[in-house]
């Protein structure tokens, strides 16, 4: 099983980028279960997206440990949803810069990051970040295809998403 953990802010495009993610990995043949965690339904508070995929049809309803882990704002306390991660996991930021965390040095993941903001600010004119994420995620992870997470991408100002989602693939770096 495949598991992500997207931790963002409402008004990011965390649950969009959830549900292009789930049917990204259903149309590639995947069993999916994706749901989103916010605490108040309104721009500016913390939401939690999770994403499982198997061959297998999916019975736990378990989310500990995730495969990848996107994290749309390094304002938001990040230790928890760090100490989430599994050994192998690869961990996205979006940042214009490293990302200095004492518990990075502790915890065996792979760290990454992405200026996803400014990209999607640079296409959109508004801090929506979803769209480069995933590309950055597309980068990392073998199991999921570019071309699979576009064609479920079904946003207004596609265009606009498609080459946010493109600069995001190219511009992910090692933290």
Known sequence: MTSFL???RGGQ??????RILGN???????N???????????????????VKSEKVPIISKDVASPDFLLVFDTTLPLDNMLKQCN?????????????KNPLLRKLPVKTYFVNASEISYNYM????????????????NPKITSKSLKNAMQLPMQQENL???????RNLKRN
């Open 24 to 30: 990204a990995l259903h149309s590639s043949g995947m």
């Open 13 to 18: 495009g965390v649950e969009t980028a959830v």
């Open 163 to 169: 080459k946010a989602f493109d600069e995001g693939y």
């Open 6 to 8: 997207l931790y963002g």
């Open 125 to 140: 004119r508004a801090i929506m970040p979803n769209t480069a994420m995933l590309g950055a995620l597309a980068k990392i």
């Open 87 to 99: 050994e192998k996991a690869a961990v996205i930021f979006n940042s214009k810069d490293h990302v």
């Open 32 to 50: 999916v279960q994706d749901f989103v965690l916010s605490g108040m339904e309104r721009r500016g508070f913390p939401v939690e997206g999770y």
